[in-house]
């Protein structure tokens, strides 16, 4: 498909309103954009100690792919499919400590590296075992303590995050914690890059968000474009809300309240003073999404102040807004519009990326 997005925003209008409402451009998307993503999938804690095993299924509603995390017996950790190469069962149904993976099916047996180990009844099979009959290990990568797997990502994941570690790399983000006040999910009746889209203009922050638009200095705020990334900053009042920074900073000297950081396609990191959220867009439909905010709190003592403190009102009008548009895209009198070129930068490097993807 052609979005034809003009690369001067100035010039460019949005894509058709068909991408999110077409059922085929949807599917087209999860596997010419979505499987050759990398997605967040948890942190270190999955497989905590030697000899853990954790299924897990990559982007549960789109892509739906079978894997499983390990750590072996030498404390090294991989990423495997979880679908046994004999006749396709689930190799694990379930977490635990295990010496080794047996498909209940029919008793093949795996290393927790995935390799193969023994198969009954099958002797005489010509050229068995071979190098297929290993579990396919599936590209993976740490940030931090925070893991991440794709089906064929387009990428090294080092380089799909170095503008994000340069700029809040110094944050002691392997030692922040799960918050449970701060983890749920949102069910929202729309497409999931109309989601992303909202989020990644402040545009309607004066217009939608009455509380966020208190705690941040609208005319500051800012959007920075990356190859496959968007960071906005959002600059506060000032006091305890905002970020301690490091002298050597590139923005030391201005009161940070936030900084949200977008990866495409669907992942979104919040970092603010008392911590980070981590935003997981899930397609479910090409009119269906499932978001998902996990938080992890560094300082719980700021937990209440600033941007970052009521993430659920904010997270509930944006919900609504995306779900408007969603009815509004569905009309005989509306098929694009145009780009605000100072404040819908991030928006058209989404759509140009999309474009490019759905090309391919």
Known sequence: MNLDIHEDIRQAWTPTSRLYTDPEIYQKGIESILARSWQWIGTDDLVKVPNQVHPITLLEGSLDEPLLVTRDAQDHVHCLSNVCTHRGNLVAEGSGIERFLRCRYHGRRFGLDGKFQHMPEFEGCAGFPSESDNLPEVPFGFWKNHLFA?????????????????????????????????????????????????????FHIPFVHASLAEALVYDDYRTELFPHSVLQVGVGQGGDEVFDLPAEHPDQGQAISAYYWWVFPNLMFNFYPWGMSVNVVRPLGAERTRVSFIGFVGDPSRMRQGVGADLDRVEREDEAIVEAVQVGLHSRFYDRGRYSPKRETGTHHFHRLLAKFLAD
Not at 174 to 191: A, S
């Open 150 to 202: 794709g089906v064929r990502p387009f990428a090294p994941l080092k380089d799909v995050l170095a503008d994000m570690e340069a700029r809040v790399g110094w944050l002691p983000i392997d030692q922040f914690v799960p918050e449970p006040t701060k983890t749920r999910d949102y069910m929202v009746r729309g497409n999931w890059a109309l989601y992303v889209e909202n989020y990644l203009e402040g």
